[in-house]
């Protein structure tokens, strides 16, 4: 068995591809370790530090899971990590050439604009694919390779064009979900002409300086160091208030002058924010294998490879180091245990109380856990029910919904379990860590969050036991006075 693991692993550093599946660049890049999948990528296109290479952390990228709703994918894009399950196909633009394999809306486009070697796009903007300084000019070299190693053609190309015009008359009249790029960030892209690498940001104590611009800027106190939790329902409510909500596409945040100067781009996902707030804090700068905390884990070994083939990499990729005075343990990784999780589970009797005091509801259950029934359709779930994680609550007319990981709807609170959760179902929020779906989070949020419902959950503790007491005692009760007067009805 080991000879195998040994010999998958030469084949993957041997045959791995040569260039960056999302920026289509060259240079250290590390491998999927999802299967036989060859997909490489830089750590900062995926959202990952340079700490994350020497981890050794089994990690998945995006091509394996769905786009919408993050279960196992089973059509991907030729040119870039999107892709959609047998579910979710009615509901994006995706358009199938060979297998499972085909085109995102997107990458055809661009794919279109090469074969047809035209040098500007349908709304009049012009692009230089023969610029290598650009987003476009490498998608053309990287369509080339894929072209050749997947035996594509151009007939290919112009079927899989007409399939996406066909689909797009029938759905015509239904919300569809584009999937690739947002066209803000493309014409973002296109205006900003060169690819400029990214700056490494300037931190003012716990956060960079653009996030604490940003909470003075809205008059929120940043003497006190505050948790991703805490930031995200910030700017949450803030979206909420400036209403800058796409007016098609709710999940769609349109940045005005202030999120712009945070984020630096024109539009985001609302359930990217906190993906996205990661690398504004400093407790995230230097997190190493040493700093984690796991119990009864065992991290497969990521496999790391220099391509020998590299394309305008400079030093200026590689993130300049700041020096941070941090303790040892706020940069720990809580463990995701049974242990932990007690901590900040809430069962739906709880939520409903908390509910009552709608003024602290919000920063009370965000970035607790719950207990949810799983879909009986999906055979993949071993469980009745898994955990999940509430980012968010969306206020209606008659009820609060609450935001949750890795589902694309909204739950009612009569949805929630009130039960006990198993360790098999925190086996699998464990597991949806390490495939990437969720952030562990830190020692710190957890314990801010602990603190925070320590006292509601004891007391909603407390008085379940003195239920169940009260009902152990009348049982006895019943059963001694049926033993005294057996013959009374």
């Known amino acids: 068995m080991k000879k195998e693991n040994k010999l998958k692993k030469i084949i993957k550093e041997r045959d791995s591809e040569d260039w960056c599946f999302e920026c289509k660049d060259g240079g250290t890049l590390m491998i999927c370790d999802y299967g036989d999948c060859l997909k490489v990528y830089h750590p900062e296109c995926v959202g990952k530090d340079d700490s994350f290479m020497e981890n050794k952390e089994h990690w998945t990228c995006n091509w394996h899971s769905c786009l919408v709703c993050q279960k196992t994918a089973k059509f991907h894009c030729f040119c870039c990590p999107n892709a959609v399950c047998g579910c979710c196909f009615n509901a994006v633009e995706f358009a199938p050439v060979r297998g499972k394999k085909g085109f995102c809306n997107n990458c055809l486009k661009l794919v279109l604009l090469v074969e047809q070697n035209v040098d500007y796009d349908s709304d009049g903007e012009n692009i230089d694919f023969n610029d290598r300084e650009t987003y476009e000019g490498l998608f053309k070299e990287y369509w080339y390779i894929i072209k050749e190693d997947e035996g594509l053609t151009v007939d290919n190309v112009y079927s899989a064009d007409a399939q996406l015009k066909k689909s797009e008359n029938l759905k015509c009249c239904s919300n569809s979900v584009r999937i690739g790029k947002a066209k803000d960030d493309i014409e973002y892209q296109k205006a900003m002409g060169k690819r400029k690498e990214p700056k490494a940001l300037e931190f003012i104590g716990w956060g960079s300086k653009p996030l604490i611009t940003f909470l003075t800027s809205i008059g929120k106190d940043t ?156 055979y993949q779930q071993r469980s009745s029910h898994q955990l999940l994680q509430v980012r968010g609550i969306k206020k209606t007319s008659s009820e609060i919904l609450l935001q949750v990981s890795s589902m694309p709807i909204d739950l009612h609170i009569a949805m929630l379990s009130d039960g006990d959760f198993t360790e098999e179902e925190c086996e699998d929020l464990q597991q949806m860590v390490k495939n990437g779906l969720l952030k562990k989070p830190t020692v710190v949020d957890l314990e801010q969050k602990a603190r925070s419902l320590h006292e509601d959950i004891t007391k909603h503790w407390i008085e379940t036991e003195l239920v169940k007491l009260q009902k152990c005692i009348d049982r006895a009760n019943e059963k001694g006075w049926r033993s005294e007067y057996p013959f009374m009805v």
């Open 223 to 378: 003497t006190r160091q505050l948790s991703e939790y805490d930031v995200e329902s910030i700017i949450s409510g803030y979206i909420q208030e400036k209403n800058l909500f796409h007016p098609e596409k709710k999940k769609k945040v349109l940045c005005d002058e202030l999120l712009y100067s945070l984020f630096r781009k024109k539009s985001v996902d609302k359930n990217k924010i906190y993906t996205l707030l990661e690398v504004h804090f400093a407790v995230n700068l230097e997190q190493s294998e040493e700093d984690e905390i796991i119990l009864g884990e065992k991290n497969n070994e990521n496999i790391i490879v220099a391509c020998k083939k590299q394309k305008t990499l400079s030093s200026s990729r590689t993130y300049q180091e700041k020096e941070v005075n941090l303790t040892v343990k706020q940069s720990w990784s809580a463990a995701i245990v049974a242990e932990n999780i007690k901590l900040v589970y809430l069962r739906k009797s709880l939520v409903e109380r908390l509910l009552k005091q709608p003024e602290s509801f919000e920063c009370r259950v965000v970035g607790s856990f719950v207990r949810v029934k799983t879909d009986p359709r999906d």
